[in-house]
């Protein structure tokens, strides 16, 4: 049988990724496309009243966002998950107050049901193969609170596209661009609060393709939607 690719993720890519360096990973020196996505989460918090107090990131790389929040909400608990191991060592090492471990999205069990009230989960269901993407929906959904918020951001394409990491020549893994955030709002277990779509550099000249990002928060609830 074919190696799942969270497998190939455990065992060399997370930490292949972390070293290539692709993203700049620290809390003080953000890119323009970090900062203003955590901004968006903020503002969010900000115009509903909330204060988070316990926070999961799952492929929170090296925790820089998850130091982001606690800087800002210093009561809460935060948490991550991600598969480098490289990546955890180092962000447990240089970011006080939080706390990561090697792992993936379908096995949170570490965690019990409902504990978070915030999920966050930010360029990488695009990354988890097909196989196990039920799984890690169900973990995610499974460790959030009632009334808790599910933060996506994520590839929001015209059109649905698998694009080959090509980084990987010896194994095949994908990059799943798709509508991941409408699996859950199709269930209406969770109810859309806010969405932004933004368009990478060089993304939106009359036509998009794969280049558009959303940024969602979903609450989840149902209290509305039934009769
Ligand atoms: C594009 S990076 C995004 C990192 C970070 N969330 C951010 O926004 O900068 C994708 C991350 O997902 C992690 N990842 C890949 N497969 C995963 C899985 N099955 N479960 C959890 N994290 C995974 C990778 O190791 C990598 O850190």
């Given at each position: 049988m074919s190696k799942k690719q969270e497998e190939i993720y455990l065992e060399k890519e997370g930490d292949r990724w972390y070293t290539r360096g692709e993203h700049l990973l620290n809390s003080e020196d953000l890119s323009e496309h970090h900062k203003h996505e955590i901004e968006a989460h903020f503002r969010y918090f900000d115009k509903n009243k909330m204060a988070p107090k316990r926070i999961l990131e799952v492929g929170c790389s090296n925790g820089y966002a998850l130091k982001i929040y606690k800087d800002r909400y210093k009561d809460s608990e935060c948490f991550g998950v991600e598969p480098s191991s490289k990546a955890v060592k180092e962000g447990n090492e240089k970011f006080e107050g939080i706390k990561l471990f090697v792992g993936t999205g379908s096995d949170l069990s570490r965690f019990t049901d409902g504990y978070f009230d915030i999920v966050l989960v930010k360029g990488v269901f695009c990354w988890i193969g097909r196989?196990?993407?039920?799984?890690?929906?169900?973990?995610?959904?499974?460790?959030?609170?009632?009334?808790?918020?599910?933060?996506?951001?994520?590839?929001?394409?015209?059109?649905?596209?698998?694009?080959?990491?090509?980084?990987?020549?010896?194994?095949?893994?994908?990059?799943?661009?798709?509508?991941?955030?409408?699996?859950?709002?199709?269930?209406?277990?969770?109810?859309?609060?806010?969405?932004?779509?933004?368009?990478?550099?060089?993304?939106?000249?009359?036509?998009?393709?794969?280049?558009?990002?959303?940024?969602?928060?979903?609450?989840?609830?149902?209290?509305?939607?039934?009769?």
């Amino acid at each position: 049988m074919s190696k799942k690719q969270e497998e190939i993720y455990l065992e060399k890519e997370g930490d292949r990724w972390y070293t290539r360096g692709e993203h700049l990973l620290n809390s003080e020196d953000l890119s323009e496309h970090h900062k203003h996505e955590i901004e968006a989460h903020f503002r969010y918090f900000d115009k509903n009243k909330m204060a988070p107090k316990r926070i999961l990131e799952v492929g929170c790389s090296n925790g820089y966002a998850l130091k982001i929040y606690k800087d800002r909400y210093k009561d809460s608990e935060c948490f991550g998950v991600e598969p480098s191991s490289k990546a955890v060592k180092e962000g447990n090492e240089k970011f006080e107050g939080i706390k990561l471990f090697v792992g993936t999205g379908s096995d949170l069990s570490r965690f019990t049901d409902g504990y978070f009230d915030i999920v966050l989960v930010k360029g990488v269901f695009c990354w988890i193969g097909r196989d196990t993407l039920f799984k890690s929906l169900s973990e995610i959904d499974r460790v959030l609170c009632k009334d808790g918020h599910l933060i996506i951001g994520d590839y929001l394409p015209e059109y649905q596209i698998k694009n080959r990491n090509h980084h990987l020549k010896e194994e095949e893994i994908y990059c799943f661009k798709t509508d991941h955030s409408k699996i859950f709002l199709s269930s209406h277990i969770y109810t859309l609060m806010y969405r932004e779509v933004e368009f990478w550099e060089d993304g939106y000249k009359g036509k998009f393709g794969d280049n558009r990002y959303e940024i969602t928060i979903m609450k989840k609830s149902y209290k509305d939607y039934y009769y």
